[in-house]
């Protein structure tokens, strides 16, 4: 079992930058760990996707140069740093882990956190 917790969502102006975290606790090792979003009437996004290691990411093109996802596996901690933030990126964000990288948005996960929100003010 994986328990995912994130935090660091809030209320921020567009333009500016926050990051989440995703504490993983439980038999993490070797998990690839994903982000994903749920935007007001519309469906879940996938955003990207990290390996165990670290070693191979993706991101999709909707966020690719402006948001990063990184991990510490010391602190079994994933992160996103979402930069220059809009308004349409307005959602509840979640992560979420895998037992395989698989860079695709169909890719289904074992895991999932609660999620937290994320507010871009105009």
């Known amino acids: 079992q994986v328990q995912l917790v994130e935090s660091g969502g809030g209320l921020v102006q567009a333009g500016g930058s926050l990051r989440l975290s995703c504490a993983a606790s439980g038999r993490t090792f070797s998990y690839a760990m994903g982000w994903f979003r749920r935007a007001p009437g519309k469906e879940r996004e996938f955003l990207g996707i990290m390996d165990w290691n670290g070693g191979r990411s993706f991101h999709a093109d909707s966020v690719k140069g402006r948001f990063t996802i990184s991990r510490d596996n010391a602190k079994n901690t994933v992160y996103l740093q979402m930069n220059n933030l809009k308004p349409e990126d307005t959602a509840v964000y979640f992560c979420?882990?895998?037992?395989?990288?698989?860079?695709?948005?169909?890719?289904?996960?074992?895991?999932w956190g609660q999620g937290t929100q994320v507010t871009v003010s105009s």
């Open positions: 979420a882990a895998r037992t395989q990288y698989l860079a695709s948005k169909l890719a289904t996960y074992d895991y």
